[in-house]
């Protein structure tokens, strides 16, 4: 650990959670996110406000990828993370990723007990990575 001089601190993207109840915009807010985007929709409910989006691309997931999100998602961030032609990636409707990896998690489970420090960790190791890639 080292202390750097404030002046000296290289500052990375900001991280933003958009969170509000469904229908309310927090899909449409984050088209404004300037720059190169990808979005990543976990639950595909985009049809109403695609045209809100400029400079984006959409990752369409395939049955494998949706099938090991715990697996697929931290090498997405990674690939696409830290591309410099990327400038934000848009991971949307976390509550349903939370849902998907939840299921994921319960479907290895023995006793359940395990669920929630596994559950815990992924999302604690999902924020680090990126954090990690300086992208909003």
Same mark, same amino acid.
Request: no cysteine.
């Given at each position: 650990? =080292?202390f750097?001089? =404030?002046?000296?601190?290289i500052?990375k993207?900001?991280?933003y $959670?958009?969170?509000g109840?469904g229908?309310?915009?927090k899909?449409?807010?984050?088209?404004?996110? @300037?720059?190169?985007?990808?979005l990543? @929709?976990?639950?595909? !409910?985009?049809n109403?406000?695609?045209?809100?989006?400029?400079?984006?691309q959409?990752?369409?997931m395939n !049955?494998?990828?949706?099938?090991?999100l715990?697996?697929?998602? @931290?090498?997405?961030i990674k690939?696409?993370?830290?591309?410099?032609?990327?400038? =934000?990636?848009?991971?949307?409707?976390?509550?349903?990723?939370?849902?998907?990896?939840?299921?994921?998690?319960?479907?290895?489970s023995?006793n359940?007990?395990?669920?929630? @420090? $596994? $559950?815990?960790?992924?999302? =604690?190791?999902?924020?680090?990575?990126?954090?990690?890639t300086?992208k909003?």
């Open positions: 650990m =080292a750097i001089n =404030a002046k000296d601190y500052t993207g900001d991280m $959670l958009i969170y109840e229908g309310t915009g899909t449409t807010t984050a088209s404004y996110i @300037p720059g190169n985007k990808i990543l @929709p976990f639950d595909m !409910s985009l109403h406000v695609i045209e809100d989006f400029n400079d984006t959409i990752y369409e !049955s494998d990828e949706k099938r090991t715990n697996v697929f998602l @931290p090498k997405f690939s696409y993370g830290f591309n410099e032609k990327v400038d =934000a990636l848009i991971l949307d409707n976390v509550s349903f990723l939370y849902s998907e990896i939840l299921e994921i998690y319960s479907k290895s023995k359940n007990y395990d669920i929630y @420090p $596994l $559950l815990q960790s992924f999302f =604690a190791e999902l924020a680090n990575l990126l954090r990690e300086g909003t």
